[in-house]
């Protein structure tokens, strides 16, 4: 079983940057792909960014240029870094871990959540 643990929210101002690490407590390589997600208030909770394990990345329409996924795996962490904050950024962001086999999900992980506040 895989932990994760966000760290590095907290609240800024709009304009500001955050960026949030999710540290595994195994091996990150083990993953097809490493995800952020986010819940704002009211609000489903949505995609943020992927990065695989080969190191590829995609992002949500609207975010990307303004926020950057990376990982190290010697650390078996994953950034989120988040550039130019909006209001509406604001909600509570999720590192998930995901196994696939060919198109089947076979194991998927969550951490707890970090809180991101943008004040305007």
């Known amino acids: 079983q895989v932990q994760l643990v966000e760290s590095g929210g907290g609240l800024v101002q709009a304009g500001g940057s955050l960026r949030l690490s999710c540290a595994a407590s195994?091996?990150?390589?083990?993953?097809?792909?490493m995800n952020w997600y986010r819940q704002a208030p009211g609000k489903q909770r949505e995609l943020v960014a992927v990065i695989t394990s080969g190191g590829s990345t995609n992002y949500a329409g609207s975010l990307k240029g303004r926020f950057t996924i990376s990982r190290d795996n010697a650390r078996n962490t994953v950034y989120l870094q988040m550039n130019n904050l909006k209001p509406e950024d604001t909600g509570v962001y999720y590192c998930?871990?995901?196994?696939?086999?060919?198109?089947?999900?076979?194991?998927?992980?969550w951490g707890q959540g970090t809180q991101v506040t943008v004040s305007s």
């Open positions: 998930n871990a995901q196994k696939w086999a060919t198109s089947t999900l076979t194991g998927v992980y």
């Open positions: 195994g091996s990150i390589s083990s993953f097809n792909a």
